[in-house]
Structures are given as structure tokens and as C-alpha cells.
């Protein structure tokens, strides 16, 4: 089984020590069932709905049983109350959503897509005003 695997749209320019940074496509050439622990940040903002959904199929191919996954993103509910109610501003929510993402998601949004790949939601909460993280486990076969 490998270390933990950290991957994002774009290489990070650091990394704590004993995380690993692979692209998404290196993530699909591991053997299935052998990744114990992948990080995903921001990466399924990059695609759209049916693209994230292969996305979280194939991850949940190469995790182990009871593997573990992190998805940590911006949400969009809590995006727009930030605006609305003054907590974020206009320019950091422009720079929030760049041009290069396809789309944003809500915390509800992802929960539904992992669930309905086998996992089971370990961990879920907002750690900040507008971004989510899950701590979900691959279910056994």
C-alpha cells in the first residue's frame, strides 16, 4: 500500500513531509486497491459534473478496502452567503472562482457523488467561511 498521495489540478509548490504529489493521470496507472490515503484539493472544480463523476470512480478503484479520502474544495451555497452578507468581497470572489475551474460545487454536492460510489463519510465539515472538507472511507467489496 502507498503513503499518502496528495493531487490538484496543479503541482503545489510545497508539500508536508510524507505526502506524495501525483497527477491524476499517474493516479489512474496505480493497480487497484492499493492507494491507502489520496488528498484531493480543488481538483474537481476543474471538470464538469460527468467528468468528476468517472474522476471518483477511478479514484475509488485505486483506493484499498477502507482506503481513505480527503476532498477539500470551495462551496458554492456558502460562497454566496459570504458575498451576500459582506464576509467576502467582491475581488476574493473573483479571485475564488479564476476562469480555469468548470465548475463548483456544493459540500452536499460531493457527499452525494461519494456516496453513491461506495464510500462512507468519515468526517465532513466547512473550515472556513466558504470552503468544505470530507474525510470519506472506501467501503469493502
Known sequence: MTDIIYTHIF???NLPVGIK???LDNI???ADNTIGHLMITDLLDYHVDDECNKIINKISDKLAPKGQLQVQSTDLLQLMLSVSNGTVDETMAKI????HK???HSIY???KLLLKHNFTIINKRY???FEY?????????
Open 127 to 129: 473550515i472556513n467561511v
Open 28 to 30: 489512474y496507472k496505480y
Open 96 to 99: 475564488i472562482l479564476y476562469p
Open 102 to 104: 468548470k465548475s463548483i
Open 21 to 23: 504529489y501525483e497527477n
Open 109 to 111: 454536492d460531493i457527499e
Open 133 to 141: 472538507f470530507i474525510v470519506a472511507q472506501k467501503n469493502e467489496q
Open 11 to 13: 503541482h503545489p509548490d
